[in-house]
């Protein structure tokens, strides 16, 4: 039986500030703290599953700059297959600038550098990779042309793909239906949709629009309430445990992660997304995006310890 998690993505550089509230416009906050690691919603996913258990090869473009082999060591460092990270001439890698305030709330910009370089050409090149997957994982910090190369050549295969709209903006959306696993929050899922979600009803509402559009299984993460998947014939909702958040970066990510490993390990879907949102969860606890994904001692641990 496959078990490869194959997670075609962006690798970023995070420069991240922490500091104790989050400036207005025109306002400098001084006294902040600096970290610099590693992030990006492909290598954040990657990262996640790898940690969780997961047998994971990343699909990714990275550039020329002095942060490069070192972000690079640490994915093979997770056990991560890094044979298909390529790497593109006179571009650097992507890089975001993070800050992050009270309660662990952020902004975010992101330079995309090479990411942009991972192209349907690259795409080629794996094919003998991705007949090995049991799953395939995306984000959209990668070209529309791209992610829709690979759901064309997944579904030819009959490969299951998991997609995670994040962040949300324009998309040739009437592939969806190639897509079986649609992972979204409440914004991505309003603006998939074109329902409006403020609150859970809605983001049912949305999650059934987009069944009824041809999606397998749609996941909505809806933060402190919880998560829940819908299929054309079920809803399974979990809550959301209970942490003190001191950085909420790469949550979503890490929920992606571990929600890629329990369901490739055929886990049932109330089961699968208590492993993902305990993982979730512990990550909320911890400063960085890949620093705070968890190890599957310490998701299965929490879940000993913890209820919903």
């Known amino acids: 039986m496959k078990n490869r ?3 075609i993505g962006s690798s970023n550089v995070d420069l991240l500030m922490k500091m104790d509230h989050l400036p207005e416009k025109g306002e400098t906050v001084t006294d902040a703290d600096f970290f610099q690691v590693y992030g990006g919603k492909g290598a954040n996913q990657a990262v996640a599953a790898a940690r969780a258990g997961g047998n994971v090869s990343f699909v990714n473009c990275v550039g020329e700059d002095a942060y490069t082999p070192q972000m690079v060591q640490n994915f093979k460092n997770d056990n991560i297959d890094t044979r298909f990270v390529f790497q593109e001439k006179g571009i650097a890698s992507g890089h975001a600038l993070i800050m992050i305030g009270g309660a662990g709330m952020n902004y975010l910009s992101v330079a995309p550098g090479a990411n942009y370089r991972l192209l349907p050409s690259y795409i080629d090149r794996i094919e003998t990779l991705i007949d090995e997957a049991a799953m395939i994982v995306m984000q959209y910090e990668i070209p529309e042309e ?6 064309e050549m997944a579904d030819k295969k009959g490969i299951p793909v998991m997609w995670n709209v ?6 040739d959306f009437s592939s969806i239906s190639k897509v079986n696993i649609l992972v979204l929050n409440e914004v991505e899922a309003g603006f998939v949709s074109l ?3 403020a609150n859970e009803s809605d983001a049912e509402k949305a999650a059934q629009k987009l069944v009824g559009m041809g999606v397998e299984k749609v996941v909505i993460t809806l933060g402190k309430q919880g998560a829940f998947v819908m299929t054309r014939n079920e809803k399974v909702s979990v809550p959301a445990f209970r942490v003190e958040a001191v950085d909420t970066t790469a949550a979503g990510d890490t ?14 879907l109330e089961d699968a997304l208590r492993f993902a949102s305990a993982a979730a969860a512990i990550s909320v606890t911890r400063m960085g995006a890949q620093p705070s994904a968890p190890t599957r001692r310490e998701i299965e641990e929490f879940l000993q310890t913890h209820t919903l």
């Open 166 to 171: 994040a962040p949300a903006r324009s998309f």
């Open 146 to 151: 791209t992610i829709q190369y690979v759901l």
């Open 5 to 7: 998690i194959v997670v």
């Open 195 to 197: 329902i409006p979600v």
């Open 255 to 268: 929920f992606c992660g571990g929600l890629a490993v329990a369901l490739v390990e055929g886990k049932p």
